[in-house]
């Protein structure tokens, strides 16, 4: 069975930090492109950050630049996304996703396997 499972999601404080983990099962990751994508209440579902499986390319958006880091680990079969200086506005259900495709987008459209999510919530 195929699957993906997130985990590492918290109630932090403005200015702390979380590192989310995306563990595969079923598959192999390092032959997969995988995005972070996150959900707040009432919002749409939005790209956050990405790994490509050709080269490591990593992309993000704007909003977390400079604060968030995706990383894989192969050997693990796991991708990690580190949260650093999280903001109430980061508050969102966090979602990993894999796709077999060259380079990553932060968009949601040519993902096809996704995980459960995990609940990330910043507040004092």
């Known amino acids: 069975q195929l699957q993906l499972v997130e985990s590492g999601g918290d109630l932090v404080q403005p200015g702390g930090s979380l590192r989310l983990s995306c563990a595969a099962s079923?598959?192999?990751?390092?032959?997969?492109?995988i995005g972070w994508f996150r959900q707040a209440p009432g919002e749409e579902r939005e790209g956050v950050s990405c790994?490509?499986?050709?080269?490591?390319?990593?992309d993000y958006a704007d909003s977390v630049k400079g604060r968030f880091t995706i990383s894989r680990d192969n050997a693990k079969n796991t991708v990690y996304l580190q949260m650093n200086s999280l903001k109430p506005e980061d508050t969102a259900v966090y979602y990993c996703?894999?796709?077999?495709?060259?380079?990553?987008?932060?968009?949601?459209?040519?993902?096809?396997?996704w995980g459960q999510g995990t609940q990330v919530t910043v507040s004092s």
């Open positions: 996703a894999a796709v077999a495709i060259r380079l990553c987008a932060l968009s949601q459209s040519p993902y096809y396997y």
């Open positions: 079923g598959f192999t990751l390092d032959y997969y492109s």
């Open positions: 790994i490509s499986k050709s080269d490591g390319s990593t």
